[in-house]
């Protein structure tokens, strides 16, 4: 079972476990013109050049959120980003992803999800970093109980009021993959 991707851009050398935007019932419902879906990358990507990814994301949707995996798959990364692509379904594949976490302990998951009440109650993994993914844009969200950072998008008009820290390769970063004092991650509208 391979779930994992090999990512490029931003996220060059970075692995990730991804999921289909398309037929998650959370990432279909997201419209609101401030909504930072309504500029969702992913689904522009898997329309356009990563098209052939789709059928690979499908399955890790399906396999991820029906049922508690069979077969927890080993890695040697040391870092694994959760949802480049989609978003959590349900509960099933938050308990799936943190099963994979555990049975990983020297990789470090950081985890982006717009849906903390799916965490509710379950404990994370001493390796997981929580990243809430702020839902709109311009406006950085609170801290989810639990969360250890923010991450939120901004258009150039705000550029000059807030602090922009996200920019060039997260690999060479690494902000959001280490425990660190840096809670709020705001990144410019691409």
């Known amino acids: 079972m391979n779930l994992f991707s090999k990512m490029s851009g931003k996220l060059k050398d970075i692995p990730a476990i991804n999921t289909s935007p398309f037929s998650n019932p959370f990432c279909t419902r997201q419209v609101s013109a401030n909504s930072i879906c309504a500029h969702c990358y992913s689904k522009h990507m898997l329309t356009t050049f990563r098209s052939l990814c789709v059928p690979k994301f499908e399955k890790n949707s399906e396999l991820l959120s029906s049922r508690a995996l069979e077969e927890v798959p080993?890695?040697?990364?040391?870092?694994?980003?959760?949802?480049?692509?989609?978003?959590?379904?349900?509960?099933?594949?938050?308990?799936?992803?943190?099963?994979?976490?555990?049975?990983?302990?020297?990789?470090?998951?950081?985890?982006?999800?717009?849906?903390?009440?799916?965490?509710?109650?379950?404990?994370?993994?001493?390796?997981?970093?929580?990243?809430y993914s702020s839902p709109v844009i311009n406006k950085i969200a609170k801290i989810p109980c639990g969360f250890d950072k923010v991450f939120t998008v901004f258009t150039q008009k705000y550029q000059d009021k807030?602090?922009?820290?996200?920019?060039?390769?997260?690999?060479?970063?690494?902000?959001?993959y280490t425990k660190n004092d840096v809670v709020y991650v705001n990144e410019l509208l691409k």
């Open 74 to 131: 080993r890695v040697n990364y040391a870092y694994v980003r959760i949802n480049a692509h989609g978003e959590f379904i349900n509960r099933q594949h938050v308990e799936n992803v943190y099963r994979i976490a555990t049975a990983n302990p020297n990789t470090t998951f950081a985890i982006w999800t717009k849906r903390p009440q799916l965490l509710h109650g379950l404990v994370k993994p001493h390796n997981v970093i929580l990243i």
């Open 162 to 176: 807030v602090d922009i820290n996200c920019h060039g390769k997260c690999f060479e970063c690494l902000l959001c």
